[in-house]
């Protein structure tokens, strides 16, 4: 079984940066597709980027522009850097890994996904 744990999350100021991490245990995940997903308090999961072992990338409206998705296959880890936080981008930031490429590896595609982490908070303030 797959375990993926998220890190980085914190309280950040409106207009700030921070990158989360993910790591997966207990084999090294070098699968087909990864991606970040978030739940803001009250609402709905929403997807924010995903990546392919080819490092093709995609990524969701919700944070085009302020959120970049990367992987380092020699450490196993993803990773998201969000840029230009603000107060509504608050919420629970999931990692997940999935079997399937191309057109199915996509933010869009939650039900893709098969392994998931616990999320990591991330608060951004005024």
């Known amino acids: 079984q797959l375990h993926l744990k998220e890190s980085g999350g914190t309280s950040v100021q409106a207009g700030g940066s921070l990158t989360l991490s993910c790591t997966a245990s207990p084999y090294a995940y070098n699968g087909v597709c990864m991606g970040w997903f978030r739940q803001a308090p009250g609402q709905e999961r929403e997807g924010v980027a995903s990546?392919?072992?080819?490092?093709?990338?995609k990524y969701a409206d919700s944070m085009k522009g302020r959120a970049t998705i990367s992987r380092d296959m020699t450490n196993n880890t993803l990773y998201l850097r969000l840029d230009n936080l603000k107060p509504e981008d608050t919420a629970d930031y999931y990692c997940?890994?999935?079997?399937?490429?191309?057109?199915?590896?996509?933010?869009?595609?939650?039900?893709?996904?098969?392994?998931w982490g616990q999320g990591t908070r991330v608060t951004v303030s005024t």
């Open positions: 997940a890994a999935g079997p399937y490429g191309g057109v199915y590896c996509d933010p869009q595609r939650a039900s893709t996904f098969h392994y």
């Open positions: 990546i392919e072992r080819d490092l093709n990338t």
